[in-house]
C-alpha cells in the first residue's frame, strides 16, 4: 500500500534538487503492474499469538513454499520485519501486509505483533480480517496473552484457526498436549500443524486445511452497499492529494468517484485518482480488498488512521458519547472498572476513554455509557474492545447518548 507515497516523496525529492527531468515519474507509472481479478476468492488473514513464537518466520515460509507451487514472491524475515526496532529486537512492531494466493484463494496475509507494547497496532487491524492463525510453539505452549486474544477475536466473528509451529526438537508428546490445550479453549477448527522450515509438504497439507476451512466459513461481501472504508493508512502528498488506504467494508469504488471523510468531527469531500492493490494498478475497489487511493479532499481535512471515507449516503451516526453492552474477559468475579481506558472501533483507537460508574461481569453484558474525547462515526451493534493495562472488555455499540 506505500507503492504510491514512495513514488510521490521520489517526486517531490528529485523536484527540489532540480533533477525531476532526469528521474521522471512517468517512468515508474509505466512499470506499475496491472492487479488483475481472478476467479479466487479475496481473504484477509492475520498472524497473531505470543511474541516470538514464529509468526514473521511462519509467514517468510509461507512464501518460499508458494513461490515454488505459484510463483508468489519471496519475502524474508528481514523484509517482513524491516523497521529499525523490529530489526534491532527481532520481534515484529507495525504490520506487514504480504501477498499470498493458492488455488483456490487469494490472501492478504498479516503479520501482526504480538509484544504487548505494540498491542495497539493489532487491535485496530484486527476488525479488517476475515480470519487469524494463532502462532503457537508447542515448546512454550499456550500463553494467557493468546488466550485472551481469541476471545477478542471470538467477539469480533473473526474464524479463529489454530497453528502449531513445531521445530526440529521438538517431541511429539508436546504436540499433543498443546491439542489437547486448544480443544479445551473450544476452538471450532482442530490445529493445524506445520513442522519446521525444510518440510514444505507440511505447508501445502496446511493450505489444502485451510482452503477448507475458509470454504466452510462461506465468507460473503456486500458489494451492493454503499462504499464504506475505514482507514488504516493515510499520508498527505503536496500536488497529489491525501493516500488513504485500508479494507474496503462495503460497496464498490472506481477512480472518478466522489467519496466524503470523517474524521475527529471534520467532515471533507474529494474525487478519487489513483487507485493500487498491493502495489499494482487497478481502477476498482470492492468489498473485502485491502487496497489504497489518492483523493483530493475541499476543504482540507487533517486525517489519520481511524478516521472514514465513505460514498454520499452511507454516512453512519456520529457522536462522544454511545451506549455499550460491555463484559469483562478477566475474571469471573464482578468488576468496577475506573480511570481512563482506551477504546479500538474498527481503526479508531483513542486512549481516553472514559465509562460512566458501573459494575462489570464475565458471564452477561450490561449497559454502559461511554465518553470518547473526540466523536466517531459508528453504526448501531459495531464491535468494540476497551482495555487498559489491567482490564480488557469487549462490547457492541448501541446508540448515541443524548448531550
Avoid at 104 to 112: A, E, G, V
Avoid at 161 to 185: A, H, I, Q, Y
Wanted: glycine content about 8%; some cysteine; overall charge negative.
Amino acid at each position: 500500500l506505500d507503492s504510491l507515497l514512495k513514488e510521490m516523496i521520489l517526486k517531490n525529492v528529485l523536484n527540489a534538487r532540480g533533477c525531476i527531468r532526469k528521474f521522471s515519474t512517468s517512468i515508474i507509472r509505466q512499470e506499475r503492474e496491472l492487479f488483475v481479478r481472478d476467479e479466487k476468492i479475496s481473504v484477509n488473514i492475520g498472524t497473531v499469538g505470543t511474541t516470538l513464537h514464529g509468526k514473521t518466520q511462519l509467514a517468510s515460509l509461507f512464501t518460499k513454499v508458494l513461490n515454488k507451487s505459484h510463483n508468489v514472491p519471496i519475502k524474508e524475515m528481514s523484509e517482513i520485519d524491516n523497521a529499525g526496532g523490529e530489526k534491532k529486537f527481532g520481534s515484529s512492531q507495525f504490520p506487514t501486509h504480504l501477498e499470498l494466493w493458492d488455488d483456490k484463494f487469494r490472501i492478504n496475509l498479516t503479520d501482526l505483533p504480538g509484544h504487548s507494547s505494540y498491542q495497539r497496532n493489532t487491535l485496530t487491524i484486527l476488525s479488517g480480517l476475515d480470519a487469524v492463525l494463532f502462532v503457537i510453539n508447542p515448546d512454550e505452549g499456550i500463553m494467557p496473552d493468546m488466550v485472551e486474544m481469541y476471545h477478542i477475536c471470538q467477539h469480533l466473528q473473526i474464524i479463529c484457526l489454530p497453528v502449531v509451529f513445531k521445530r526440529s526438537g521438538t517431541d511429539n508428546e508436546t504436540v499433543d498436549l498443546v491439542l489437547m490445550e486448544l480443544e479445551e479453549m473450544d476452538f471450532t477448527e482442530t490445529g493445524m500443524i506445520v513442522e519446521g522450515l525444510d518440510n514444505h509438504q507440511s505447508v501445502h497439507s496446511f493450505f489444502n486445511n485451510l482452503d477448507l476451512a475458509l470454504e466452510r466459513a462461506n465468507i460473503t461481501r456486500d458489494t451492493d452497499s454503499k462504499f464504506y472504508l475505514p482507514m488504516e493508512q493515510v499520508g498527505l502528498i503536496p500536488n497529489r492529494g491525501t493516500f488513504c488506504a485500508g479494507r474496503v467494508k462495503s460497496g464498490k469504488c472506481k477512480v472518478g468517484n466522489t467519496l466524503e471523510a470523517f474524521f475527529h468531527g471534520q467532515k471533507s469531500r474529494g474525487t478519487v485518482k489513483d487507485m493500487e492493490i498491493f502495489r499494482k494498478k487497478t481502477d476498482l475497489l470492492q468489498a473485502g480488498d485491502r487496497g489504497g487511493f489518492f483523493i483530493k479532499f475541499k476543504p482540507d481535512i487533517d486525517l489519520k488512521r481511524g478516521g472514514v471515507v465513505y460514498e454520499p449516503g452511507a454516512e453512519g451516526q456520529i457522536s462522544a458519547s454511545w451506549k455499550v453492552d460491555l463484559k469483562s474477559l478477566q475474571s469471573q468475579e464482578p468488576i468496577k472498572p475506573k480511570g481512563e481506558f482506551m477504546m479500538y472501533h474498527s481503526t479508531f483507537s483513542d486512549g481516553k476513554v472514559k465509562l460512566d460508574e458501573c459494575q462489570l461481569e464475565a458471564d452477561r453484558f450490561t449497559e454502559v455509557g461511554v465518553h470518547i474525547s473526540y466523536p466517531i462515526m459508528a453504526q448501531t451493534w459495531d464491535p468494540v474492545i476497551i482495555k487498559n493495562n489491567h482490564i480488557t472488555l469487549v462490547g457492541n455499540l448501541i446508540s448515541p447518548l443524548s448531550a
